[in-house]
């Protein structure tokens, strides 16, 4: 699956298709991807801007954390189809088989791993989104708000991902910190995208 070269309708055919990938985990790094596009473009009627010259260092390294985020995000998407496709392939083999008790926790571990990189690469773009707030065109504010709705749905989804996969993991320790991992990320990411609507209403 090559996310990146796809068009817009190849994903969305391969998405509909009755095939285990791509899936929510895509559909996870596309959300982020789409969030950290809206942000650039809100950064590209900002930047210049005789009003909010004094915030030009914050807009160009804004722009470069999401330009890096956007290629991060359909890298993690990619990641998650894989990982997923590992597990899947590891749902067939008899439990009892010696190579799968030796596996399956790494192959478990591995695909709530991706998703929960996802929610920390959200969580940073919100950060990212929320700064701009006050600092950038407040007549794209509407479209400020969307992106942050988009990384915080990003999360949202990766979080499922997580979840589903948890009861798998035999080590208690180990489900225990990703839960908690995964409980932070998602209580953060909400935080900031209520602060970021919030302060976007004109």
């Known amino acids: 699956m090559e ?20 899936g929510g985990g895509a559909v996870a790094g596309v959300l982020v991807a789409l969030s950290t596009s809206l942000g650039n473009m809100v950064l590209g009627y900002s930047l210049g801007k005789e009003t909010l010259k004094e915030h030009a260092t914050l807009h160009e390294a804004s722009s470069t954390m999401l330009l890096s985020a956007s290629k991060e995000a359909i890298e993690l998407a990619y990641a998650d189809a894989t990982a997923y496709e590992t597990l899947n392939a590891m749902f067939s083999t008899p439990r009892d088989d010696p190579e799968a008790l030796e596996n399956w926790n790494r192959v478990v571990l591995e695909a709530i791993s ?3 990189r996802t929610m920390v690469l959200c969580q940073k773009v919100l950060v990212t989104l929320q700064s701009l707030v006050g600092k950038s065109n407040r007549m794209l504010s509407s479209d400020l708000a969307i992106a942050a709705i988009l990384a915080n749905a990003a999360a949202r989804s990766a979080n499922w991902n997580v979840q589903i996969n948890l009861s798998q993991l035999s080590n208690d320790d180990e489900r225990d910190e990703c839960s908690k991992q995964a409980d932070e990320l998602l209580s953060m990411c909400k935080g900031l995208v209520e602060s970021i609507e919030t302060s976007c209403k004109l």
């Open 3 to 22: 996310l990146g070269s796809q068009s817009i309708n190849e994903f969305l055919d391969a998405l509909a298709a009755k095939q285990p990938t791509p």
């Open 114 to 116: 991706v998703p929960i």
